[in-house]
């Protein structure tokens, strides 16, 4: 008998996409535990502590419906099997396709647990992946059962870490031929010249994919001067660049 395929989940809950070119979408969130950077401004800590710091012991909380904000705690991991089951409780009557965001933490770092779990759902489903976009060999395996992906850019501004602009190409690379968009958090730290980098990067690859602009918030957020003078900037070498906050953060839901 084949070894059941697990995976660490933070939570199962239903929302609205809050970032990026599909914000105010209806999706369904996976939220994994687990992230190999620590950036500085990150909003989900408990998820994104390592996988080797007793995550598994933590359950999984689980909404029960997508009308009612109730959660029960289901023991970690999650086989396949029942995540399946505890995302389709949340999806919406319709006649679109359910979307469900996989996010984190880092999503990628459970790469072989997500290509066993993704394909049986075939075209019944969308996929949405959040990544750091640094894991270019996880991306490549995966790429085909994704519909869109959204790209962190990670500056060094805002993250306080070094670079990961080689990475960065490397995944873009991995990402091509999928439906994508790169988002970048500033601050108000954030030089210019690191704007016209990440710009670069994605042109390298395809000047077409959209950069988002997320401001951040609290003791880093930017001007709003500043975002203006950045995207314009930005423009100079992209066609789409947008600036785009947190939606679900000013709307107050998860």
């Known amino acids: 008998m084949a070894p059941m395929i697990a995976a660490i989940i933070d939570e199962i809950f239903s929302s ?4 990026g070119i599909w914000a105010g979408q209806r999706q369904i969130f996976v939220r994994f535990i687990g992230c190999d ?6 909003d989900t800590p408990d998820a994104a502590r390592t996988l080797s710091s007793g995550a598994a012991t933590r359950p999984c909380r689980a909404q029960s419906a997508a009308s009612v904000p109730d959660h029960e705690e289901i023991p970690n991991p999650i086989s396949a ?3 399946t089951r505890l995302c389709s409780r949340l999806f919406i009557p319709g006649p679109s396709r359910p979307v469900v965001s996989l996010t984190g933490g880092e999503p990628l770092l459970h790469a072989s647990f997500l290509a066993d779990w993704m394909p049986p759902q075939g075209g019944a489903w969308s996929f949405y992946l959040e990544t750091s976009g640094i894991h270019a060999g996880e991306m490549r395996s995966l790429a085909r059962f994704v ?5 962190d850019m990670k500056l060094p501004s805002a993250t306080g ?4 602009w080689d990475e960065h190409r490397e995944f873009l ?3 091509a031929g999928t439906r994508l968009f790169v988002k970048a958090v500033v601050t108000r730290d954030t ?3 690191e704007i016209m980098t990440a710009a670069e990067v994605i042109a390298g690859q395809d000047s077409s994919i959209p950069l988002v602009l997320q401001p951040a918030s609290g003791q880093y957020a930017p001007s709003a001067q500043q975002l203006l003078v950045l995207q314009e900037a930005a423009l100079g070498r992209l066609p789409d660049v ?3 906050p947190q939606l679900h953060r000013m709307l107050g839901v998860l």
């Open 16 to 19: 609205i996409q809050g970032e």
């Open 37 to 42: 950077i620590a950036c500085r401004y990150c």
């Open 81 to 83: 099997e029942l995540l």
């Open 147 to 151: 519909d869109m992906v959204s790209m």
């Open 161 to 164: 870490l070094r670079p990961f």
């Open 173 to 175: 690379s991995a990402a």
């Open 191 to 193: 030089p210019q010249g």
């Open 242 to 244: 947008r600036v785009v």
